[in-house]
T-cell receptor, first 116, second 116 residues
Framework: AQKITQTQPGMFVQEKEAVTLDCTYDTSDPSYGLFWYKQPSSGEMIFLIYQGSYDQQNATEGRYSLNFQKARKSANLVISASQLGDSAMYFCAMRRPSGGYNKLIFGAGTRLAVHP | DTGVSQDPRHKITKRGQNVTFRCDPISEHNRLYWYRQTLGQGPEFLTYFQNEAQLEKSRLLSDRFSAERPKGSFSTLEIQRTEQGDSAMYLC??????????????FGEGSWLTVV
């Protein structure tokens, strides 16, 4: 069965420093997609970054990058130059590969606190 | 605002009452999803629509839950005879089946339900 594991319930980082949020996944299917979402206290799930299992390069979106290590089944999110507004819950998710649509399986999330 | 919108944002209801949530997806998106999120957990998939067809329902969606997307645009999620265990945030998301944009799933701000 597909599963997403986020082992860090909470993380804190100093403003302007980089932080890595861990995510490991389990699937036997060769084709899958991995997502990271940010959820501030308002509740909205904000899409950050996507990595396909066949993508050769690690995905990057501004200050966000995804450290994709396929053999280790990990997809860690790296946030560079942290800002106070980055304080939020962060969820890693995997797209169920079969069915042709984007059913997502989420991890339990990591709460990030950015300190000034 | 061209994002996914949900209404109402907050609902408090007495046990046994019916509630209905509405979701307006991004206009060009033909895929629509409902998820449920309880405190401290990641979202869990409830159901999926492609256009007006409901193609998958989770086992989490008991007989008291019904979702519709009558014209392939907005969707409603109704919960009948609410129970305290239904208290959660109900998230709507949408995506497109077209090309690489189908890899991105956009969520709304969610509808918080409290059953008292």
């Amino acid at each position: 069965a597909q599963k997403i594991t986020q082992t860090q319930p909470g993380m804190f980082v100093q403003e302007k420093e980089a932080v890595t949020l861990d995510c490991t996944y389990d699937t036997s299917d060769p084709s899958y997609g991995l997502f990271w979402y940010k959820q501030p206290s308002s509740g909205e799930m904000i899409f950050l970054i996507y990595q396909g299992s066949y993508d050769q390069q690690n995905a990057t979106e501004g200050r966000y990058s995804l450290n994709f290590q396929k053999a280790r089944k990990s997809a860690n999110l790296v946030i560079s130059a942290s800002q106070l507004g980055d304080s939020a819950m962060y969820f890693c998710a995997m797209r169920r590969p079969s069915g042709g649509y984007n059913k997502l399986i989420f991890g339990a999330g990591t709460r990030l606190a950015v300190h000034p | 605002d061209t994002g996914v919108s949900q209404d109402p944002r907050h609902k408090i209801t007495k046990r046994g009452q019916n509630v209905t949530f509405r979701c307006d997806p991004i206009s060009e998106h033909n895929r629509l999803y409902w998820y449920r999120q309880t405190l401290g957990q990641g979202p869990e998939f409830l159901t999926y629509f492609q256009n007006e067809a409901q193609l998958e329902k989770s086992r989490l969606l008991s007989d008291r839950f019904s979702a519709e997307r009558p014209k392939g645009s907005f969707s409603t999620l109704e919960i009948q005879r609410t129970e305290q265990g239904d208290s959660a945030m109900y998230l709507c998301a949408s995506s497109s089946s077209a090309g690489s944009t189908g890899n991105t799933i956009y969520f709304g701000e969610g509808s918080w339900l409290t059953v008292v």
